[in-house]
């Protein structure tokens, strides 16, 4: 079923828009923006450039991480008959955003729900970074206050993998600084005004780039990399031990050699021999 009067049929398009750059704009993308019913937008001020680039007239509803309950419930309701589009202010709509509530919602009520893939600083950023991307975690935005940012990234300082954060300019100097105290000094890149005349990519240690931006934070909007941790130096003797006399609180001398041996990457006969001796 379509409707007749835009040509598609009911439900939700997720539209990525540009983040910079208004070419990047997909031709699918732009078609969906000319022919949908209603276009739900975070800001009508900042979609209604993007919507006369693409040559839509379509009417622009509010819809963000503000917006009430029964915002949300009637954009639902009029997809059982309607097309909406949904756009974010830059990149794929639902990243750092909630807007993931209203795809749920419409799933459950049956509608039909469309993606347009298309720009994401998260994955622009990656590619800017020179970082390896085989594994990666999008962290968002840290918390304001030093206890919740440290917290959260003590959460993540053992992971494998390279970290995404969003961050503003008046934050950033200090958000690289606590980077390199709870996850270390590890490799890492600043991007910031992705796709735009002002495009710029920074890489270095996190102290290095914390100081570099100490004194003049930068504008625009930030992505930071952060390479993942370096190889673990190799377990010692002492390490071996306090492991093998825990793992046997709870294990058989067997398992417990086993248990450490894949913790630590050790010699599993070697640490049979070695909790033997430590349970004689």
């Given at each position: 079923?379509?409707?007749?009067?835009?040509?598609?049929?009911?439900?939700?398009?997720i539209v990525a828009g540009?983040?910079?750059?208004?070419?990047?704009?997909?031709?699918?993308?732009?078609?969906?923006?000319r022919r949908a019913d209603?276009?739900?937008?975070?800001?009508?001020?900042?979609?209604?450039?993007?919507?006369?680039?693409?040559?839509?007239?379509?009417?622009?509803?509010?819809?963000?991480?503000?917006?009430?309950?029964?915002?949300?419930?009637?954009?639902?309701?009029?997809?059982?008959?309607?097309?909406?589009?949904?756009?974010?202010?830059?990149?794929?709509?639902?990243?750092?955003?909630?807007?993931?509530?209203?795809?749920?919602?419409?799933?459950?009520?049956?509608?039909?729900?469309?993606?347009?893939?298309?720009?994401?600083?998260?994955?622009?950023?990656?590619?800017?970074?020179?970082?390896?991307?085989?594994?990666?975690?999008?962290?968002?935005?840290?918390?304001?206050?030093?206890?919740?940012?440290?917290?959260?990234?003590?959460?993540?300082?053992?992971?494998?993998?390279?970290?995404?954060?969003?961050?503003?300019?008046?934050?950033?100097?200090?958000?690289?600084?606590?980077?390199?105290?709870?996850?270390?000094?590890?490799?890492?890149?600043?991007?910031?005004?992705?796709?735009?005349?002002?495009?710029?990519?920074?890489?270095?240690?996190?102290?290095?780039?914390?100081?570099?931006?100490?004194?003049?934070?930068?504008?625009?909007?930030?992505?930071?990399?952060?390479?993942?941790?370096?190889?673990?130096?190799?377990?010692?003797?002492?390490?071996?031990d306090a492991a093998l006399?825990?793992?046997?609180?709870?294990?058989?001398?067997?398992?417990?050699?086993?248990?450490?041996?894949?913790?630590?990457?050790?010699?599993?006969?070697?640490?049979?021999?070695?909790?033997?001796?430590?349970?004689?």
């Amino acid at each position: 079923m379509e409707t007749e009067f835009s040509g598609l049929e009911p439900g939700l398009y997720i539209v990525a828009g540009p983040i910079g750059n208004l070419g990047d704009l997909t031709p699918r993308a732009a078609e969906i923006l000319r022919r949908a019913d209603v276009v739900a937008v975070e800001d009508t001020r900042v979609s209604a450039r993007l919507l006369r680039h693409a040559g839509s007239d379509r009417t622009m509803l509010p819809y963000h991480d503000h917006s009430a309950d029964h915002v949300r419930q009637r954009l639902v309701e009029r997809m059982a008959s309607e097309s909406v589009a949904l756009l974010s202010d830059a990149g794929t709509p639902l990243i750092s955003d909630p807007g993931y509530k209203l795809v749920r919602d419409a799933r459950a009520a049956g509608r039909k729900v469309t993606t347009l893939p298309g720009p994401s600083a998260v994955i622009a950023a990656l590619t800017l970074s020179g970082l390896p991307t085989d594994r990666f975690l999008f962290m968002g935005f840290l918390p304001a206050k030093a206890k919740a940012r440290g917290d959260v990234l003590g959460e993540v300082a053992a992971l494998r993998a390279t970290l995404v954060f969003y961050e503003s300019g008046p934050r950033l100097s200090d958000s690289l600084s606590a980077m390199a105290v709870h996850l270390g000094d590890r490799d890492a890149a600043v991007s910031r005004e992705i796709s735009k005349a002002f495009e710029e990519t920074a890489t270095g240690t996190l102290t290095a780039l914390s100081q570099r931006y100490a004194d003049t934070p930068p504008k625009g909007e930030i992505v930071v990399i952060v390479g993942p941790p370096g190889e673990a130096p190799p377990a010692s003797a002492e390490d071996a031990d306090a492991a093998l006399l825990e793992a046997m609180t709870r294990l058989p001398v067997s398992k417990a050699a086993g248990e450490v041996a894949k913790k630590l990457g050790l010699d599993r006969r070697t640490l049979y021999d070695r909790a033997m001796d430590l349970k004689g």
